[in-house]
């Protein structure tokens, strides 16, 4: 979700909470926090409870890395995702 996107505009679950996320932004991250058994696991849950495909996901996802309001909201689960992207960004 963009800050210049008019209220009428946003997806449900988009509303911004006290700390400037959305619900689903706030989900995201969530999602992130926990540890996967094994692959298509992650990518069911993100179907069932989020209601989005695997690949908006990870779109949102790699948004909110560059989000510092989710730095503020999660700093180590944001910190350690930085850190795979850029290992992954230097290995190309």
Same mark, same amino acid.
Request: no cysteine; aromatic share 4%; proline share 8%.
């Given at each position: 979700?963009?800050?210049? /996107?008019?209220?009428?505009? /946003?997806?449900?679950?988009? +509303?911004? $909470? =006290?700390? $400037?996320?959305?619900?689903?932004?706030?989900?995201?991250?969530?999602?992130? !926090? *926990?540890?996967?058994? $094994?692959?298509?696991?992650?990518? +069911?849950?993100?179907?069932? /409870?989020? $209601?989005?495909?695997? %690949? *908006?996901?990870? /779109? &949102? &996802?790699? =948004? @909110?890395?560059?989000?510092? *309001?989710? @730095?503020?909201?999660?700093?180590?689960?944001?910190? *350690?995702? !930085?850190? %795979? +992207?850029?290992? !992954? !960004?230097?290995? +190309?």
């Amino acid at each position: 979700m963009t800050d210049d /996107q008019a209220p009428e505009d /946003q997806e449900p679950g988009d +509303r911004p $909470g =006290a700390e $400037g996320l959305s619900e689903r932004d706030r989900a995201v991250l969530a999602m992130e !926090r *926990r540890s996967w058994p $094994g692959p298509g696991v992650k990518e +069911r849950a993100v179907r069932e /409870q989020l $209601g989005i495909s695997p %690949v *908006r996901y990870y /779109q &949102l &996802l790699n =948004a @909110l890395l560059d989000d510092t *309001r989710a @730095l503020a909201h999660d700093p180590v689960t944001v910190n *350690r995702l !930085r850190r %795979v +992207r850029d290992a !992954r !960004r230097s290995r +190309r």
